[in-house]
């Protein structure tokens, strides 16, 4: 009899929702936005999807800097092109986002007023053209690989969302590789903007990947939930493994002076990361922090009178014929 | 003039229209009102860079000296710059922008329509396009007009203020000159482009519910590469890297 | 702060040749049926993947939940006389 009036209480009912809920993610089952699914779990996949939208859309930032300043038509119109695609990222994964019942008007709210974040790399200035090399071959570089393992996170609409960016994605890395290639086999002022470049932004890749897995936060548990799927180190060892590589065909130096072949492991061991230097960013005090966000807020607000006159034509139902 | 020496002149001419427009548009990118609009604008400004791109290289195709359509784009100053003053002109706020882009891609529709049927092959390919190119910009563009015209009173006196400071740059793109001249017959009558314009445009203002200038002041040049001041801004951010690092490749 | 609004959200679907089915690509932030596929041109089309779009208000769809699963789809699990194998033709039977 005991049995029976534990089994229906609260905690216990919980309890077999929640062993449910771990069962199909064990079974690899994919969340869809109906089902049930734990409060925090709702709030981490949320979280996560709106960060990466954020990340991806204030992305444009730097790399949009260069834009009119591109040095050819062809470089000109693949930036063009790839800087659109970081738009439409951000919109398959604000869209992905949204179907856990929170619009983007809120998410982009959460951003402006600071409960949001997005990836500190974009907190970093695009000082020459290099730079437009480096952001497609080492921030993207991460991001793919990161974004490859989460194309089977258990969040179904965050995993479709990840397929078809993957997809679209895999022109990024090769044309920041490009860049650095075509300056590297350039004069000599080219060679120094390309290493300059690289110095500047190997570490902050390095970075990208979040805190040593036994210092990480919420890793644990989004592993247990497959929203993360692989830990931070695991990842950011995946990307140093193949990027050294690439880095040393074309002449680059990779700025590490205890970077060393570990023959036990077969992968590269670096030197230890700066992490005062991420908090630091992570905290609002990078070079580009608040320039990035005053960007956003006053193109979002100058936009604001466009968004009503649009609404206001609906609301009027006028025809264009 | 040759004939062959006035194509030259107008490929360079459509080429650098298309060029200027490309750089505007591409301004708007992380500046969008919305992300949708943002990718719309970025999709324009890439027709119109891939079209700058075939005029110059069907230009230097009939004057082969070993120069490329970058060493048109990038090595070239204000005073050989042929693009219509429209182009150049600031982007402003989100109405300037798709008023000028209305009035620009409505003038390239009906040239285009006009150049596809020309009897150099060549040209009419590049033109036939073009055209489904910048069909595209104009309904894009009229369709936000109409929308700022019924939309708030701020949107309507936007789009009017709009209007009101581009109108006396429109003429300028139906000028004729020389190179005009010597291709009748191959490339359309700038002034029969301008008539068929004025009733596109007049029927799109009537639809906005909005008006022209009472002035009908006019300033020209842009075809004689005599520019206002802002295409020499434009050209510094341009061609920044291949003046810093002279002969180097990217 | 003043009520933001990032447009109605819509469904996007794509016919990629023609005679295939739609398929849902994804959604996207519209005022109007005219912007809505134009958005959907500019979004899910970039790279030559569409030849008809349909765009649809997401407040139009009506879905199932995942509490009307068992009722809805469960019934039809047993009814195996709905396929063609469930049938036994005689040996040497042809084109059935």
């Excluded at chain 1, 869209?95 to 809120?106: P, V």
């Excluded at chain 1, 179904?156 to 920041?176: L, N, T, W």
């Excluded at chain 2, 402003?92 to 006009?114: C, E, I, P, R």
Aim: include cysteine; proline fraction near 4%; charge should be negative.
């Amino acid at each position: 009899m005991s049995s029976t009036i534990e089994q229906n209480s609260p905690t216990t009912v919980m309890q077999e929702r929640l062993d449910q809920f771990q069962a199909r993610i064990d079974a690899d089952e994919k969340i869809e936005p109906k089902d049930w699914m734990p409060e925090e779990y709702r709030k981490t996949v949320l979280r996560q999807m709106s960060q990466h939208a954020h990340s991806e859309v204030i992305g444009m930032q730097p790399e949009g800097n260069w834009i009119l300043r591109a040095p050819c038509l062809r470089a000109k119109k693949i930036l063009l092109a790839k800087i659109q695609d970081e738009g439409g990222h951000g919109l398959y994964l604000y869209s992905a986002a949204e179907t856990l019942g929170t619009g983007r008007e809120a998410l982009i709210e959460s951003l402006h007023n600071g409960k949001a974040k997005y990836s500190s790399i974009f907190n970093y200035p695009t000082l020459n053209w290099a730079d437009i090399g480096a952001i497609g071959w080492l921030v993207d570089g991460a991001a793919i690989v990161n974004q490859v393992s989460l194309q089977r996170t258990s969040y179904g609409p965050y995993a479709r969302a990840m397929v078809r960016i993957c997809k679209e994605e895999s022109f990024h890395q090769r044309q920041g590789y490009e860049i650095m290639t075509t300056m590297m086999r350039g004069n000599s002022a080219q060679k120094e903007m390309a290493q300059d470049a690289m110095n500047r932004w190997w570490w902050p890749a390095l970075m990208m990947f979040g805190p040593h897995d036994k210092d990480s936060a919420h890793t644990q548990q989004s592993m247990q939930w497959r929203i993360k799927r692989e830990s931070n180190d695991v990842l950011r060892q995946r990307f140093i493994d193949k990027t050294i590589d690439q880095a040393h065909l074309i002449g680059l130096t990779i700025p590490d002076e205890q970077l060393k072949y570990n023959e036990d492991t077969k992968h590269w061991d670096i030197g230890p990361i700066n992490w005062d230097e991420f908090w630091q960013v992570v905290g609002g005090h990078g070079l580009c922090n608040e320039q990035r966000m005053k960007h956003h807020i006053r193109a979002h607000q100058d936009g604001q009178w466009v968004r009503e006159a649009a609404n206001a034509f609906a609301q009027k139902q006028i025809s264009f014929n | 003039m040759e004939t062959q020496q006035a194509l030259y002149q107008y490929a360079v001419r459509l080429g650098d229209n298309s060029l200027i427009m490309a750089q505007r548009l591409a301004e708007w990118c992380s500046n969008g009102p919305i992300l949708e609009e943002d990718l719309a604008l970025t999709n324009a400004a890439l027709d119109y860079l891939g079209e700058a791109e075939n005029y110059y290289n069907y230009a230097l195709s009939l004057e082969p000296d070993g120069r490329t359509a970058d060493d048109l784009a990038y090595l070239r100053n204000e005073r050989q710059y042929y693009n219509c003053l429209l182009a150049e002109q600031p982007n402003g706020d989100y109405a300037q922008t798709m008023v000028k882009l209305a009035l620009f891609s409505a003038y390239l529709k009906l040239l285009y329509d006009a150049l596809s049927q020309s009897t150099d092959t060549n040209l009419s390919a590049l033109a036939s396009k073009s055209l489904k190119e910048v069909k595209y910009h104009f309904r894009h563009s009229s369709e936000w007009m109409i929308r700022f015209g019924h939309g708030t009173e701020e949107s309507k006196s936007r789009a009017q203020q709009a209007i009101y400071e581009l109108w006396r740059f429109t003429s300028d793109m139906f000028e004729t000159t020389a190179a005009d001249a010597t291709l009748k017959g191959i490339v359309p009558d700038p002034a029969s482009i301008q008539s068929e314009w004025n009733s596109v445009i007049n029927d799109l203002l009537s639809r906005c519910g909005l008006k022209k200038p009472e002035d009908p002041y006019q300033v020209k040049g842009g075809y004689q590469a005599k520019h206002t001041e802002h295409l020499g801004h434009i050209l510094c951010e341009l061609q920044f890297l291949q003046r810093a690092y002279p002969g180097a490749k990217w | 702060m003043e009520q933001d609004n990032q447009l109605p959200l819509w469904e996007v679907f794509i016919q990629k040749n023609n005679g295939l089915p739609f398929k849902h690509e994804g959604s996207i932030h519209a005022s109007d049926a005219a912007m809505a596929l134009q958005n959907a041109r500019d979004i899910y089309t970039r790279r030559g993947e569409g030849r008809t779009i349909w765009v649809v208000p997401s407040s139009a769809i009506a879905a199932t939940t995942v509490e009307d699963e068992a009722e809805f789809f469960d019934p039809s699990d047993d009814k195996i006389y709905r396929h063609p194998t469930f049938y036994v033709m005689p040996e040497g039977a042809k084109q059935i």
